[in-house]
């Protein structure tokens, strides 16, 4: 006892000193080293369970799998789509072909009643004239454009009346007519310019197509019309009749007097509606469009009494949405009550004479 009271009172501090405090370091926690990792709770992703740790892979997978859509739904609409798709094809293709076949059988009627002439056969013109047309076209006048150019330079540049007959057809018959043109007194019609017409109209007579060039001059700086005509000699020369009328606007000079005359006249020619008529004349009368100019002064709508013999001839030769070229008898006579201008004959339509006195066309 004496003992154990004596190691007591050696380790008791001296006298007057305070005894050290003891503290408990559990609050320095980011010094400390625990004996066991803490467990840590993994983020609460949308879909994951709360499975032991160890199976925490296999859930994490399932948890990202993006889950399975039924796909009949899918298939059902785009089988729809495509069936959709191909019903509409079909209907464009099939309108097309009917399209295709009507150019076929109005360019097949045009040729079967053509008259076989050199050169080459050309269907009804239309606004969707196929590519195979619009070429011929092209060829047709420029192998014809160098003999034209040729042609109105010796017309409007020789310096005698002799001299520009060379360049016309049947010169003796329009002798007087170049020598007052270009003679008459006053300063003669100077050449400007020769430029093609691009749609080429068909011929009346050959049922071809024809090249056709516009001529401004000093003296027409509207323009006017040259074609080329094979003359006794066989060699192309320029039509004057038709650079004629023209040139010196004849066909407006007749519908602006309103002559009741009939005259010739060289025109282009198409096919139109007779809305302008009264209804009681609309069965009796076939309008034709003519222009015998380039700017449209000599432009006007005739008709043509379906019962006679040039309505029939018109019916069987004239179709809707081609552009022809002829030689008509023009007067104006009274139609659905009012004064018109009508068509009375045609050159070369095995028509009798229209009115006594009347100019015949050359044959």
């Known amino acids: 006892m004496p003992r154990a009271h004596d190691e007591a009172q050696a380790i008791l501090p001296p006298e007057g000193v305070a005894a050290p405090q003891t ?12 004996s066991q990792p803490p467990r840590v709770t993994p983020p609460a992703w949308t879909g994951m369970s709360t499975e032991d740790p160890q199976n925490s892979s296999q859930t994490h997978e ?46 097949q009627a045009v040729a079967n009643r053509a008259t076989p002439t050199t050169g080459v056969t050309l ?6 004239a196929d590519a195979a047309d619009r070429l011929n076209q092209k060829i047709m006048t420029g192998a014809a454009m160098a003999g034209a ?63 056709m060039f516009k001529v401004t001059t000093s003296g027409n700086r509207a323009g006017a019309l040259v074609s080329l005509s094979t003359g006794a000699s066989g060699v192309p020369l320029i039509n004057w009749p038709l650079l004629h009328e023209t040139h010196e606007r004849l066909l407006t000079r007749h519908i602006e007097a309103k002559d009741q005359n009939p005259k010739w006249f060289h025109v282009g020619l198409r096919r139109v509606h007779s809305f302008e008529l009264p209804a ?23 008709y ?10 018109f019916s069987n ?25 009508a068509l009375l004959d045609c050159e070369r339509s095995n028509l009798p004479p229209a009115a006594e006195g009347a100019g015949q066309p050359v044959r």
């Open 23 to 34: 503290t408990t370091p559990a609050a320095v926690t980011h010094t400390s080293r625990p």
């Open 62 to 107: 399932r948890a990202i799998e993006p889950p399975k859509k039924s796909r009949i739904g899918f298939w059902i609409a785009a089988v729809s789509l495509i069936a959709a798709v191909l019903a509409i094809t079909g209907l464009l293709a099939r309108e097309k072909m009917k399209e295709r076949v009507q150019r076929m059988r109005g360019g």
């Open 123 to 128: 269907s009804t013109p239309s606004a969707t």
């Open 149 to 211: 150019n040729q042609l109105v330079q010796v017309l409007f540049e020789s310096a005698t009346t002799a001299g520009r007959l060379k360049a016309i057809a049947n010169p003796a018959s329009h002798q007087d007519e170049v020598a007052a043109v270009f003679d008459g007194g006053g300063e003669p019609p100077a050449l400007i310019a020769l430029t093609p017409i691009s749609t080429l109209p068909i011929s009346l007579l050959t049922h071809q197509r024809m090249p």
């Open 280 to 302: 009681s004349a609309r069965d009796q009368f076939d309008a034709m469009d003519i222009d015998g100019s380039t700017d449209g002064t000599g432009h006007i709508v005739t």
């Open 304 to 313: 043509v009494a379906k019962e006679s013999a040039l309505g029939r001839h």
């Open 317 to 341: 030769l004239i179709e809707w949405g081609g552009f022809y070229f002829g030689r008509v008898l023009v007067c104006w006579m009274e139609i659905g009550g009012e004064m018109r201008p």
